[in-house]
């Protein structure tokens, strides 16, 4: 197995590359850029409560966890946000991040959500709390017993991982959602709006960040 490798991308923000699968955990047009175009600004933008239940599907590096902590504190709100990771990230990779470096604003809060231990509800600070679950989407043995407002999908790519994105999760995933409740995810292949649609979800495209013409918004109403 070669190791996961760090890497710059077009907003000068770091993601993560994948080797073995030939894939990166963000896109190289910008990591941020990206990650705060469809899961903060078409996403809990539109959660129109102060306080709300997050789950995201892939919790990574932890950027749209940390972007989400960002948005929290910005905007005055209570955030959960419950994350699903079947690969945790080694520490060692993580803390060369350059969101874990002293120059960065948000190292502090960077590193005391890495810090959470896995599976416990923890409070990083009176705006955010984050529960890092170690598990399998495709094989729950965790249980989700919070309404969630909104679900940030962030599988790897359909062409690296068709099985999750799939009628099986996603039926899942609309049972944990609240009725007003709302899934965002990057890709907008017709395979994705298809298995969405077919799960329950009414589905809408919008437009995507640089590098990317869609994205998806899912809805159960
Ligand atoms: C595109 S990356 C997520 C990026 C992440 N949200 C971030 O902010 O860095 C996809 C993630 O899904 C995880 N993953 C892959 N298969 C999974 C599964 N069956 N269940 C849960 N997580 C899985 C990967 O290990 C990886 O961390």
Do not use: C
């Not at 919070?146 to 994105?165: C, L, T, V, Y």
């Amino acid at each position: 197995m070669i190791d996961p490798q760090i890497v710059k991308t077009a907003d000068g923000s770091d993601t993560i590359y994948l080797p073995e699968l030939d894939e990166t955990y963000h896109s190289i047009f910008g990591a941020v850029q990206e990650a705060n175009h469809i899961f903060i600004e078409n996403g809990l933008k539109f959660i129109k409560k102060n306080s709300i239940t997050v789950l995201e599907i892939g919790f990574g590096t932890g950027l749209n966890a940390l972007l989400t902590a960002k948005y929290a504190i910005e905007n005055d709100l209570k955030i959960e946000f419950i994350t699903i990771e079947k690969f945790p990230l080694a520490n060692e990779l993580l803390v060369q991040l350059s969101y874990a470096n002293h120059s960065n604003p948000d190292e502090m809060l960077f590193r005391k959500i890495h810090d959470a231990e896995w599976e416990k509800p923890t409070i990083i600070n009176s705006y955010f709390s984050v529960q890092k679950i170690k598990g399998d989407i495709l094989n729950p043995d965790f249980e989700i017993n919070k309404e969630i407002d909104i679900i940030f999908f962030d599988a790897f790519a359909p062409s690296k991982q068709g099985e999750i994105w799939d009628e099986k999760v996603f039926k899942l995933l609309y049972q944990y959602l609240n009725m007003d409740g709302i899934l965002v995810t990057y890709s907008s292949a017709g395979i994705v709006k298809r298995a969405l649609r077919t799960s329950g979800f009414n589905v809408k495209r919008l437009i995507g960040p640089p590098g990317k013409h869609h994205i998806l918004l899912a809805s159960k109403l």
